[in-house]
């Protein structure tokens, strides 16, 4: 078993939808928790950052955290074209170096 | 903005040559670390640097060695290119902070066909 799992997609939306991404995970110790976009053929950019469990709001973008369940979401309200890209979710220990990915959500936004 | 440069953004090279990534950070971060992404596997870290002249080993080092002179600086060096190693390679820095690994800044990647 992977320490993250992410459902690898594709996902397609029409202009306007909220999408609805999320990673599981089984590493009890981690604490932080990130979003990355990535658009074809580019390197991965870095959209949200959380620490332990909540909500965190970002314009269109919100990120929750769900330690007791080991689960994290990415929700994008109104979604644009320009939304379509790999999303990554990766997380770390708190004394870790290395960040742990999932293997990436593909979303398309249909204009 | 942070800018991780990469200085290749496509490289192809033969079976048994000595390829050289290079990596630079302009954010005087302390960490600095390689990736190989490839299709359904997600990143993987290759190698990870803390401090100049100090590296440590990720998940998968085999066939790679990386060099550290200066802070800034950070490159992936395959010491014989095999076919197995066409992938994306994916540049990160980020600076000390409990956490560590939080907040990594990517350069544009460098897409290498070894044929």
């Known amino acids: 078993q992977k320490e993250v799992e992410q459902d690898p997609g594709p996902l397609s939306v029409p202009e306007g939808a909220i999408v609805s991404l999320n990673c599981t995970y089984s590493n009890s110790a981690f604490q932080y928790f990130m979003w990355y976009r990535q658009y074809s053929r580019k390197g991965p950019e870095l959209l949200m950052y959380?620490?332990?469990?909540g909500n965190k709001e970002d314009g269109r973008f919100t990120a929750q955290v769900d330690k007791s369940s080991k689960y994290i979401s990415l929700f994008i309200r109104d979604s644009q074209p320009s939304d379509s890209a790999t999303y990554l979710c990766?997380?770390?220990?708190?004394?870790?170096?290395?960040?742990?990915f999932g293997a990436g959500t593909t979303v398309t936004v249909r204009a | 903005d942070v800018k991780v440069t990469q200085s290749s953004r496509y490289l192809v090279k033969r079976t048994g040559e000595k390829v050289f990534l290079e990596c630079v950070q302009d954010m005087d971060h302390e960490n600095m670390f390689w990736y190989r992404q490839d299709p359904g596997l997600g990143l993987r870290l290759i190698y990870f640097?803390?401090?100049?002249?100090?590296?440590e080993k990720g998940d998968i080092p085999e066939g790679y060695s990386v060099s550290r002179e200066k802070k800034e600086r950070f490159s992936l060096i395959l010491e014989s290119a095999s076919t197995n190693q066409t992938s994306m390679y994916l540049c990160?820095?980020?600076?000390?902070?409990?956490?560590?690994?939080?907040?990594?800044?990517f350069g544009q990647g460098t897409r290498l066909t070894v044929v």
């Open positions: 640097s803390y401090d100049v002249k100090m590296k």
């Open positions: 990766a997380m770390s220990g708190a004394n870790d170096y290395k960040l742990s």
């Open positions: 990160a820095s980020s600076p000390y902070r409990q956490g560590w690994g939080a907040e990594a800044f």
């Open positions: 959380t620490y332990s469990s």
